[in-house]
């Protein structure tokens, strides 16, 4: 399943089957890639500056939380004798901010604090479309895009309404839908899951 196969109308219930199967999975993806580019150190703040420091510390970032995660470092320089606090390699997998510990260099009370500005978005159960609701379908639907799109700082289109016996109609969502898809896609690039 993938992007592609929303382009084709469906005509059918088994085609509408396939349809709703691939855009489910297809946010899913998105989602999952939102959720994965976000899990990363957004940011170390000083707050404790600590004293007594003659040589630069040591820093260590906690492991993250989320299996397959990849521990984030940082270091400390010395420029014009003062410490400068550099995050070395944000990570992955982080849901929430880690501990993050200072040791060595001499001093003492030098304190660390991370952020992590992780997302995990909604999706709503899209699968099979109630053809008895497409218009609750469709709000949820647009839900979705909203959020996906918000996460991902790009503009998502109107869809409209969701009716498969409107050929004409159709083909204008389609196009908008494909559109808001690609558009968080193309923002996820590298965090979206392969095979």
Do not use: C
Not at 52 to 58: I, L, M
Not at 95 to 117: C, D, F, H, I, M
């Amino acid at each position: 399943m993938s992007t592609s196969q929303l382009w084709n109308p469906p005509n059918t219930p088994d085609e509408l089957s396939v349809w709703s199967t691939a855009n489910y999975v297809d946010h899913q993806d998105i989602n999952y890639a939102i959720s994965r580019k976000s899990s990363v150190i957004a940011g170390l703040t000083i707050v404790a500056s600590g004293s007594g420091y003659t040589s630069a510390p040591t820093v260590t970032i906690g492991p993250p939380d989320i299996p397959g995660g990849i521990q984030a470092t940082a270091d400390f320089t010395i420029v014009s004798s003062k410490l400068q606090l550099n995050l070395t390699n944000p990570g992955i997998g982080y849901s929430k901010a880690p501990n993050v510990t200072v040791s060595g260099g001499g001093g003492t009370g030098l304190e660390v604090q991370a952020t992590v500005n992780y997302i995990s978005l909604q999706v709503f159960q899209l699968d099979p479309i109630p053809l008895n609701d497409l218009a609750t379908w469709n709000i949820n639907h647009q839900l979705i895009h909203q959020q996906m799109l918000d996460a991902t700082k790009q503009q998502s289109s109107d869809l409209g309404n969701f009716d498969p016996s409107d050929r004409e109609g159709m083909e204008e969502y389609l196009f908008d839908h494909v559109q808001d898809h690609n558009s968080a896609r193309n923002a996820l690039t590298g965090y979206l899951p392969t095979g």
